[in-house]
Nanobody, 114 residues
């Protein structure tokens, strides 16, 4: 069964940084476009960033210039570097292939607060 294990979240002050990781048990990880999503309390899950097998990236407008997605195919892992965090970034962050394969993982909580 395909699984995704997210980690790296925490409590950080506004302006701080975090690096999230997502380990995926996909058979051919390198062929998937991997995507980070987030869900804030009371809100629907939303797209944050994606990275194609070739390394092309896409971001939601509110995180452009602050977040960076990357991947390590040898480790079946996708990363999300979060810089210059703001309170509105507070959410549970999840990863999943853009294709929708697999079940949602537990996510990792990011809380931005002073």
């Amino acid at each position: 069964q395909v699984q995704f294990v997210e980690s790296g979240g925490g409590l950080v002050q506004p302006g701080g940084s975090l690096r999230l990781s997502c380990a995926a048990s996909l058979t051919i990880f390198s062929t998937y476009t991997m995507t980070w999503y987030r869900q804030a309390p009371g809100n629907q899950r939303e797209f944050v960033a994606s990275i194609t097998p070739g390394g092309s990236t896409n971001y939601r407008d509110s995180v452009k210039g602050r977040f960076t997605i990357s991947r390590d195919n040898a480790k079946n892992t996708v990363y999300l570097q979060l810089n210059n965090l703001i309170p509105e970034d507070t959410a549970i962050y999840y990863c999943k292939p853009l294709s929708g394969d697999g079940n949602w993982g537990q996510g990792t909580q990011v809380t931005v607060s002073s």
